[in-house]
């Protein structure tokens, strides 16, 4: 397992943008999570570790961009046009691979798991 170090949540208005940033050293697939007040845990986006390919939750498609910085060992989720619905503590979630394009969209993928940030949309 790795350590990964979220930052950028924080309290937008709708329409407004927030930058999420995690850390983590090495060949790691990454991917974005989120879960809201009672609901279930759900995929956001996800990039391979080349950074690559990615992948995008339908909701989020158009608004959210995932991005890798492989020599600074950080992925960013890349908010804008933020919706209340978006409000959620989200987590950055990694995973070791081997191949450098492979994307890994199901939580049961990834084995290290951030402490989460959470973001909060005001109407």
């Known amino acids: 397992q790795v350590q990964l170090v979220e930052s950028g949540g924080g309290l937008v208005q709708a329409g407004g943008s927030l930058r999420l940033s995690c850390t983590a050293s090495g060949r790691y697939a990454m991917g974005w999570f989120r879960q809201a007040p009672g609901r279930e845990r759900e995929i956001v986006a996800a990039i391979s570790w080349s950074g690559d390919r990615t992948y995008y939750a339908d909701s989020v498609k158009g608004r959210f961009t995932i991005s890798k910085d492989n020599p600074k060992n950080t992925v960013y989720l890349q908010m804008d046009s933020l919706k209340p619905e978006d409000t959620a503590v989200y987590y950055c979630?990694?995973?070791?691979?081997?191949?450098?394009?492979?994307?890994?969209?199901?939580?049961?993928?990834?084995?290290?798991w951030g402490q989460g940030t959470r973001v909060t949309v005001s109407s």
């Open positions: 979630a990694a995973r070791s691979s081997s191949t450098p394009l492979t994307v890994y969209y199901r939580d049961r993928d990834f084995g290290s």
